[in-house]
């Protein structure tokens, strides 16, 4: 694990040298443009695959970027994203592959996770007829990784959080991404690309 700290003081080095002021600014608050509910998998790293700064993103992630009316972690993060850092954009940010989206197609049985994977059954079981169409596995999965991110943008309409601030004329947009690290690519479901 020495070579991160290693890698952290040259990383340190390097923006102070090219802005002394850098650290001094991103010490003095943070106003974020988005909130971005992502996946824990190691290999979708937001803020690196979007090219943001430190600053840009406020960010939370579960497996398989679930949205839970039951999770106070992610609907404490939200609340704070939209009351206090004022976002205007919320980004559900899933990725084909995913294991978390794997495992609750499986009937196999994966411990304390499945209460967590519960969640996604929900949305299998309201897509049973398309997924049924879908060939293979692969297909499958990643047809219910885009079907699970229109599903947690809904589940973010359900919430109080959400409902109270378009209540009081809060304007958020809300985008279905997801990221395909076969190229590197982040698609937008709601059209686009
Ligand atoms: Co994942």
């Known amino acids: 694990m020495d070579q991160f700290l290693v890698k952290n003081k040259e990383w340190s080095k390097k923006l102070n040298a090219s802005n002394p002021a850098y650290f001094q600014q991103l010490a003095e608050g943070q106003s974020p443009k988005a909130l971005l509910l992502g996946c824990s998998d190691s290999r979708v790293s937001p803020s690196q695959v ?17 949205v839970s009316h039951a999770d106070m972690n992610f609907l404490s ?7 206090v850092l004022k976002v205007e954009h919320i980004i559900v940010y899933g990725h084909y592959g995913c294991g978390g989206i794997k495992a609750a197609l499986s009937n196999e049985a994966h411990g ?9 059954r929900d949305v299998i079981n309201r897509n049973k007829e398309e997924l049924s169409t879908c060939e293979g596995i692969g297909c499958q999965v990643n ?4 079907l699970n991110v229109l599903a947690q943008i809904e589940n973010i309409k359900q919430t109080s959080v959400y409902k109270e601030a378009i209540k009081s004329g809060c304007k958020i947009t809300l985008h279905p991404w997801v990221f395909d690290f076969s190229t590197g690519l982040v698609h937008d479901l709601a059209g686009g690309d």
């Open 143 to 146: 047809r219910l990784v885009e």
């Open 112 to 120: 304390l996770i499945d209460n967590w994977l519960a969640n996604i």
């Open 50 to 66: 979007l090219g943001a700064e430190l600053g840009e993103f406020f960010i939370h992630r579960n497996i398989a970027n679930v």
């Open 77 to 83: 993060v939200m609340q704070f994203a939209i009351e």
